[in-house]
């Protein structure tokens, strides 16, 4: 005789108990089974993803887990026919057979239609909670379930649940419980559609165990790329590819608009769909994204938006971009697919289609989609004037990489004729190093007839940036003199620059307060970085880093602003703020902003700028011990500057390779890189770029360093002699503090006139803040100091014992910063004042927690965790979560 508990569940609910088949091979990652093992003692766990992402195979798979453990699991899909009246009962058969429950099958009857069905869910509580075994339900397709009293129901067990019971469900939408109690005691998880998305290492271990491990990863690599993670697509695909030989002639060769997945879409997405929703997702394949509004315009099919929200929730081949429905995008192998159906459209029509897309964006201002429809449909002068109205904006806005990608694709002949467009890409061209183009196009524009006055300066201010770019401030100078200075504010990028390399860096302020205040109204994004770059350039080369920093930091915080982390405009400003930073003592500050951005600055920015973020980054290293690295980046630096054809890039690298080989006394080495130096500085064939000050600057502190070396005295002196008259002359303060250093060296380390000479340049360091100079300039000064403050000088000059020490420690021989060798850095050297709420924040994410489990952990919203999230990365000047715990390591404030 059969005992009560383990009677059959009712024929009726026989199916909807019995779970799916589970696949030869599984698809679900190892990660996401790993997740599921963290959270096995919650109460509740949903995975909520669009259709196709594995959510059922991903429960199956856990349920032969949790069966190989010795659970207890009970199945249970959901239709969408399903009330109380066979819900419930459902789910008490099938607990009652997987944990063996003593319900009577008579008693299911009556569940579902009376007051009972809460003394029934409390009576299998107490029996799973007696039982002591480990029991899991897991519910398939939960969104499918909208009775409120099967809702409760379900509610009731988790609220209610013993130790050892679990819920895991899977569902297309967020669960239809008030959840927020559950996440506030840490007892819900919920996994989302990108944590079903699969990742490249996951498609890897996939197909190697679908197909073997001789598939070699770039055949990976590009079937990833192609189904862009998306299971299904993974599944159809490889079902093909195991019945065919050549596996990488199948990815080659694969499209959505045949074989298999065509099959698919055919019979599984469009059957089920009424004719008109298939005509507009035929006709909506021609967007790259697509809007409802737009797209009911194309197809006169008015609930667009809710065909296409059908689909993102039934197919998961829609996504909504934004998560608010008002623009969706669709996966690329459905859109080929949809293109297979629309050539079978007549031209006319297809050219009535763009033509309508096209008017339709310029209405909402997107005249970029426009241009591109307007093309096809053979608008080509309405495609051409929204054009030139766009890189205009694109132009004002700084988005120069935009404006070449547009002037790579347009006909010669229209650029030709158009000299709107002819101008904003000359700019574009000449700020993103590519004097060729943008000198060609200045030339067209200054050679059209009937060319303004105006429209003729700014060509020739495009080709005094140009030349700025070159290194050739003399002809910078000749593209613009002959012009009235009223017109000034114009061109007073170019005068700052050319004054800052003729001696006059106030000058270079003077003329960027011009431009700021002759009513041009509000600068332009790009005339305004580089204005800044030219005032805190000025600052730097006086020896006011503290100065040039506050620029250079503002700067730098309006460009990642605007064109984010890893753009040329920020690269540039980072250049300056590194260099600035350096002098100023914060080495660690000064490498992180560096870190990702060197191929942009080598790439496109200014000269200056390249040096001083290659010269900062040699010091560096070589601070850290790294000299093979220090010497890497200085010969980068003379590969720059010959590949260039600029001169001062290659000197520099010689001279601050001779400096550091200097410290280390090797008079041979030294000896051949200043006749390196003097082969450039004395080539009579080489063009006159008027920089030719600033070499022989170069040139005469190398020549005192090796002539020290060699113990020659009185050439060292001849040397400083004109080494000085040169940063005198030049107003560069910084490299007076040099001379002035060197000079302390020429008299002798015991010598009374050395002494004052060391007070002073301390003197004038502190002054400015300049912490490095005496370890970048005359490391074995450190000698000098207790005489110093025997003497009475440094009390004297007015120099600190505090600025002595941090500029004393650096000299010495192994010093690092002092927060690498901290857990916690002190809060006053970090870049920016964190939080305990940020710390907390940075610690998890350095353990890789997402924001919903951060939210948890901290027992705070989503919401707010995105606040903390945007504030941490601006003050670690971090690109992304990975890059801000990098940063973070990077400058001490965590491990």
Not at 104 to 129: C, K, T
Not at 334 to 357: G, K, M
Not at 786 to 810: C, N
Request: charged share 25%; aromatic share 6%.
């Amino acid at each position: 005789m059969r005992n009560k508990a383990t009677e059959a569940i009712p024929y009726r609910f026989a199916l909807k108990t019995m779970p799916p088949h589970s696949a030869k091979q599984a698809l679900a990652p190892a990660r996401l089974l790993e997740r599921l093992r963290e959270t096995a003692e919650q109460p509740l766990v949903v995975v909520t993803s669009l259709a196709g992402f594995g959510k059922t195979s991903l429960l199956v798979q856990w349920r032969r887990e949790l069966l190989a453990t010795g659970a207890a699991v009970a199945w249970l899909t959901v239709d969408a026919s399903d009330d109380s009246a066979t819900f419930i009962p459902a789910l008490v058969a099938s607990i009652r057979v997987a944990v063996g429950l003593d319900v009577p099958a008579r008693s299911f009857d009556q569940l579902g239609q009376s007051g009972a069905d809460l003394w029934i869910a409390s009576e299998v509580l107490v029996q799973i909670h007696e039982l002591a075994r480990p029991t899991y339900v897991l519910i398939d397709d939960l969104h499918q379930l909208s009775d409120a009293h099967a809702v409760e129901f379900v509610y009731y067990l988790i609220r209610n649940a013993p130790p050892n019971f679990h819920v895991v469900a899977t569902s297309r939408a967020d669960p239809p419980f008030p959840v927020e109690e559950l996440n506030a005691h840490g007892l819900y998880t919920q996994f989302v559609t990108e944590d079903l998305r699969l990742r490249l290492d996951d498609t890897i271990g996939f197909l190697r165990r679908r197909l073997g491990e001789d598939i070699d990863i770039e055949t990976c690599a590009r079937l990833h790329e192609r189904t862009e993670g998306w299971p299904m697509a993974l599944q159809i695909v490889t079902a093909a590819m195991a019945r065919k030989s050549d596996i990488a002639g199948t990815v080659a060769g694969l499209s959505g608009a045949t074989g298999d997945i065509a099959r698919y879409f055919s019979q599984f997405v469009l059957e089920s769909l009424e004719p008109d929703a298939v005509a507009m997702l035929v006709r909506a394949s021609i967007l790259k994204t697509q809007h409802p509004e737009l797209c009911a315009a194309l197809s006169g099919v008015a609930d667009s938006g809710e065909i296409l929200s059908r689909l993102e929730q039934n197919t998961g081949l829609v996504t909504s971009v934004g998560g608010d429905g008002d623009n969706y995008r669709m996966h690329p192998l459905f859109i080929e697919y949809l293109h297979s159906l629309l050539d079978a459209l007549p031209a006319e029509e297809l050219r009535v289609l763009h033509a309508t897309a096209a008017e339709w964006f310029a209405a909402h201002n997107m005249l970029e989609q426009a241009a591109d429809h307007a093309f096809v449909a053979g608008m080509r002068t309405q495609a051409m004037d929204w054009i030139e109205k766009r890189l205009r904006h694109l132009g004002v806005q700084g988005r120069i990489v935009e404006v070449l990608a547009w002037l790579d694709r347009l006909p010669p002949e229209e650029i030709t004729r158009r000299e709107g467009i002819q101008l904003t890409a000359a700019w574009a061209c000449a700020l993103c190093y590519r004097p060729q183009d943008a000198e060609r196009l200045a030339d067209v524009i200054l050679a059209r007839p009937g060319v303004t006055p105006e429209i003729a300066l700014q060509a020739n201010i495009v080709r005094s940036a140009v030349a700025i770019h070159c290194d050739d401030y003399t002809r910078a100078r000749g593209c613009i003199e002959s012009y009235d200075p009223e017109l000034g504010p114009l061109y007073c990028n170019t005068l700052s620059f050319v004054a800052i390399h003729t001696g006059f860096p106030d000058r270079a302020r003077y003329y960027q307060q011009i431009s700021d205040g002759r009513g041009r109204g509000v600068r332009n994004f790009y005339d305004a970085m580089y204005g800044a770059f030219a005032v805190g350039l000025s600052y730097l080369i006086e020896g006011q880093a503290s100065e040039a920093a506050g620029v250079f930091r503002a700067a730098l915080e309006r460009a990642e602003a605007s064109t984010g982390w890893r753009s040329l405009p920020a690269a540039v400003q980072a250049a300056g703020l590194a260099a600035a930073c350096w002098e100023l003592g914060a080495e660690d500050e000064a490498r992180a902003l560096l870190a990702n951005r060197l191929d942009l600055i080598e790439q496109a920015a200014l000269p200056d700028a390249v040096m001083l973020a290659y010269l900062t980054l040699a010091r560096y290293e070589n601070q850290k011990g790294r000299e093979g690295k220090a010497f890497d980046a200085l010969n980068s630096l003379a590969a720059i500057g010959e590949l260039r054809g600029q001169p001062r890039l290659v000197v520099a690298s010689l001279g601050e390779q001779l400096r550091q080989h200097a410290i280390r006394n090797r008079i041979v080495s030294c000896r051949m890189l200043l006749g390196a130096i003097d082969e450039i500085v004395a080539g009579a064939d080489r063009p006159d770029h008027g920089l030719e000050a600033e070499l022989r600057l170069v040139r005469e502190i190398a020549a005192t360093r090796v002539a020290l070396l060699d113990f020659n005295d009185e050439g060292a002196v001849l040397a400083l002699e004109r080494a000085g008259g040169i940063a005198a002359r030049l107003r560069r303060g910084r490299d007076q503090l040099t001379v002035k250093l060197l000079a302390a060296c020429c008299e002798g380390s015991g010598d009374d006139a050395a002494a004052r000479l060391f007070a002073e340049a301390l003197s004038l360091a502190e002054s400015f803040r300049l912490v490095r100079v005496i370890a970048d300039d005359w490391p074995a000064a450190l000698e000098c100091l207790p005489e110093l403050d025997r003497s009475g000088l440094a009390k004297g000059a007015g120099i600190t014992p505090a600025f002595v020490e941090r500029a004393a420690e650096r000299c010495r021989f192994g010093w690092v910063p002092e927060a690498t060798g901290q857990k916690t850095a002190d809060p006053k050297n970090r870049p920016a004042q964190l939080s305990a709420r940020e710390m907390e924040i940075l610690g998890a994410l350095s353990l890789g927690r997402s924001n919903k489990e951060i939210a948890k952990m901290l027992d705070v919203g989503a919401e707010t965790i995105k606040w903390h999230m945007k504030n941490l990365l601006a003050k670690l000047n971090a690109a992304n979560r990975r890059h801000a715990v990098d940063r973070a390591r990077l400058l001490g404030i965590i491990e």
